[in-house]
């Protein structure tokens, strides 16, 4: 592999990487915000939690929108990549012909599709997260969350319709199991970079019986969020592997194989940490002051939660790279070799 060649690898992988986090941020808050959120600080005292939850909003307003340009950027640049591919496979130079090129093929057309989705975004959300995301009357009208998650649903959808799924077979099947994974993978990203980041902008000045009153709730709240999520992340996530690996020793033999094993890894170093969450620390941050463990357990929280992102963020850029490489069913349908169902993991 030469150094045009590889260059180019690393930058499709990072740029998929950026699209897909804004993206599946951008899916994720409304979720988070009804289920997690709003009812947490519904609980809490409206008016000694007035300046925590504003700051907040304003954290997620500023988010939200570096979100979406992050994705019109790598849109952009995913879009400039390809066409130099094309214009290096023509022997020419890049310029418009390969830009059309492009834009005629399903790649293109997706990526176009980003755009108008991106600006109903920004009519519907600059300016109004801040004022409604957090709000304690309700504030915006139900069908700005439909609208929020239909637009946001419409833009992960087009990482599986330029991805593996695709191509998968039966198409439809690998495209709708595609779509619930990225979707409750969204859901659960969210959640950890919410937890993770953001959720201390809201008690900053406060003490620690003040925020145990707010994390005690959210984690009590995200750990049944994050507990179905997860579970079908992985449920789709094993037919995934079904649809898109032909033999089990490919796990270990082929770069997609390694890839997905890796990201399989991962994966079980957040159902550790989840169910460390779930099972022993929810419990006892929702004590609050009665137990003196409360606070070492929210100290320890804070802990297991930066290496979730860590782990989470690790996993999005295997996910950018493993969308790059050629599954292995797919190479030995091209081949022309059966495939035994009883070889496939």
């Known amino acids: 592999m030469g150094f045009e060649e590889t260059f180019r690898s690393v930058a499709f992988t990072c740029v998929r990487f950026l699209a897909f986090s804004a993206h599946a941020f951008l899916l994720g808050l409304p979720a988070i915000l009804l289920l997690v959120l709003r009812p947490a600080f519904k609980g ?29 950027v790598a849109t952009a640049v995913a879009i400039a990549l390809q066409a ?24 293109g057309q997706w990526h176009l599709f980003r755009y108008p989705l991106l600006a109903g975004l920004v009519v519907l959300l600059t300016r109004k997260v801040k004022q409604w995301s957090l709000h304690r009357d309700g504030g915006a009208a139900r069908s700005w969350w439909v609208g929020w998650f239909l637009l946001s649903l419409a833009l992960i959808a087009t990482h599986s319709f330029t991805g593996h799924a695709a191509v998968s077979s039966p198409r439809s099947l ?42 005690g709730p959210v984690v009590f709240r995200f750990s049944k969020v994050a507990l179905v999520s997860i579970a079908i992340v992985a449920a789709t996530g094993t037919l ?65 939660i930066a290496i979730e992102l860590v782990i989470a963020v690790s996993i999005m850029g295997l996910t950018g790279w493993l969308t790059g490489q050629a599954k292995t069913k797919q190479q030995v349908v091209q081949q022309g070799e059966p495939i035994s169902s009883g070889s496939t993991p």
């Open 44 to 72: 809490l005292d409206d008016e000694a939690w007035a300046t925590g939850r504003a700051r907040l909003a304003e954290r997620l307003e500023g988010v939200v929108q570096s979100a979406m340009i992050a994705s019109a």
């Open 84 to 107: 130099t591919l094309v214009a290096e496979l023509n022997e020419g130079d890049l310029s418009k012909p390969s830009f059309l090129s492009v834009f005629s093929t399903t790649f």
């Open 174 to 215: 690998g495209l709708l199991n595609d779509v619930v994974h990225l979707t409750f993978a969204s859901v659960w990203f969210s959640g950890i970079v919410i937890l993770a980041v953001l959720l201390p902008d809201a008690w900053r000045s406060k003490n620690e019986h003040e925020r145990l009153a707010l994390l």
């Open 240 to 304: 995934n592997s079904f649809m898109n690996v032909a033999y089990l020793d490919d796990m270990v033999d082929s770069p997609y194989g390694i890839t997905l094993t890796v990201k399989i890894v991962f994966f079980l170093g957040i159902l550790v940490l989840g169910g460390i969450n779930h099972f022993f620390l929810t419990k006892r941050l929702q004590r609050r002051t009665s137990d003196p463990s409360a606070g070492a357990a929210q100290r320890f929280f804070r802990r297991t």
